[in-house]
Structures are given as C-alpha cells and as structure tokens.
C-alpha cells in the first residue's frame, strides 16, 4: 500500500524552542492531516490542508500541503510542556478511499 | 456533541472467541473506517466503508470483517481472534471521502487483548 515517511521519529527538545517536523511520499495525496496522541487517547485533529501549496496556522501551529502533493511538514512555535505527545500526519487520496498514516513524531519538551 | 463512539474500550479474551467491536457516529458521516495501532507501526487502516452496504479492504484486513448496514454503525468483527490481533482499535469518520473539506475524526480506541 501508500507509505507515508514521518521524521524525525523523535525531538528532546527544551521549552520555547521551535520544532518542525515533515512527511513524505512517493505517492499524491488529495488531503494532508495533522494529529496529536495522547496516551491512552484517540488522535486528535490540529491542522487539515485541502489545497497543495496552502499554507495554515492553528494558534503556534503551522502546516503546509506541498506543492508536488507529496509532501507536508508541521511547525510548533514557542514549545510548551503541554505540546508533549505523538504527532502523527495523514495522507488521503480522495479517489481510492484509504488513508495512509506516518509512524509519528514523539515529542518531548523538557521545562 | 458529535462524537465517534467505540465500545468496549477495553477487551481481554481467549484465542479464537468470537467479538466484535462497535462504532458509532451521530454526525451522519458516510465515510467510517477502523485502524489497528501497533509501537513502532503507527495506523494501519483494516477496514472501510465509503457509505452504507460499501466496504473495502484497507491494509491488513486478514482476519476481520466489517459490515455497514446503517449509517451511524460501523462494527469490526473478529471471527476466531488471534494473539497477533492484540492492539490498540481506532475508528474513524469523514463527512465524505469526496468533500473537499473533510477531516477523519477519531474514537477513544479499544485496547483488545487475545490471550
């Protein structure tokens, strides 16, 4: 199937530091998610981008859908210790029904 | 409140009792779809439903089954459970697969283990 790679796969970071972290694919997505997982919680939606090239923010977080389809990164601003989770993308392709996930970024902020 | 409704949220069985798994949504979505979550594999989609009485394989359906004859439910059934079908259950819903601004919304998750 379509394969999504997420990286890093990990950030130890400290509190106010910026993090960025992207998704890539070999394959054309029509839809790029962003979600949050917190242990023992289903994810939870942070940013979709419906346009390639488009560009949205979400209080201190900012994604972008890229301009091949392929790709699409998610920035924090300003960490805080509350930003500490999983933070997954998702890939759809609107014209096949499924959905692709990457394997997640763990992110930790150190105060 | 909408809401992606998963019951149980957690399940511990023998191999091969028969169970099944429950979603429902009370936002009228077409599109419903249930994932496994295993460490180090993140979401593998198992099974879809584009709208009602239409279901597709995702990526490892082996060893379930789906069915979708009403809108608002979408179970996961699971035949003759396996110790390897231990994992972390998510549903999921999309107003449309087709709608330019869907996004999937996510259950609290079932833990299922197979002994």
């Known amino acids: 199937g379509q394969q999504l790679n997420q990286s890093p796969q990990s950030m130890f970071i400290q509190e106010g530091e910026d993090v960025s972290m992207n998704c890539t694919s070999s394959?054309?997505?029509?839809?790029w998610l962003w979600y949050k997982q917190e242990p023992g919680e289903g994810p939870v939606l942070l940013i979709a981008?419906?346009?390639?090239?488009e560009l949205t923010s979400n209080g201190r977080l900012t994604a972008q859908f890229g301009i091949t389809r392929k790709d699409s990164f998610l920035n924090i601003s300003a960490s805080i210790p509350s930003d500490v989770g999983i933070y997954f993308c998702?890939?759809?392709?609107?014209?096949?029904?499924?959905?692709?996930f990457g394997d997640g970024t763990t992110l930790t902020v150190k105060p | 409140e909408a809401q992606v409704t998963q019951n149980p949220r957690y399940l511990i069985t023998v191999t091969g009792k028969k169970l099944t798994v429950t979603c429902s949504q009370n936002?009228?979505?077409?599109?419903m779809s249930w994932y496994r979550q295993d460490p180090g594999l993140g979401l593998r989609q198992i099974y879809y439903?584009?709208?009602?009485?239409?279901?597709d394989k995702g990526d490892v359906p082996e060893g379930y089954k789906v069915s979708r004859k009403e809108k608002r439910n979408f179970p996961l059934i699971l035949e003759s459970p396996s110790p390897n079908q231990t994992s972390l259950y998510f549903c999921?819903?999309?107003?449309?697969?087709?709608?330019?601004?869907?996004?999937?919304?996510f259950g609290n998750g079932t833990r299922l283990t197979v002994t």
């Open positions: 936002m009228n979505h077409e599109y």
């Open positions: 998702a890939g759809l392709a609107t014209n096949a029904g499924k959905s692709t």
């Open positions: 394959s054309i997505f029509n839809t």
């Open positions: 981008l419906y346009k390639a090239g």
């Open positions: 999921a819903t999309l107003a449309s697969f087709f709608s330019p601004d869907s996004p999937l919304h």
């Open positions: 439903s584009m709208n009602v009485e239409v279901t």
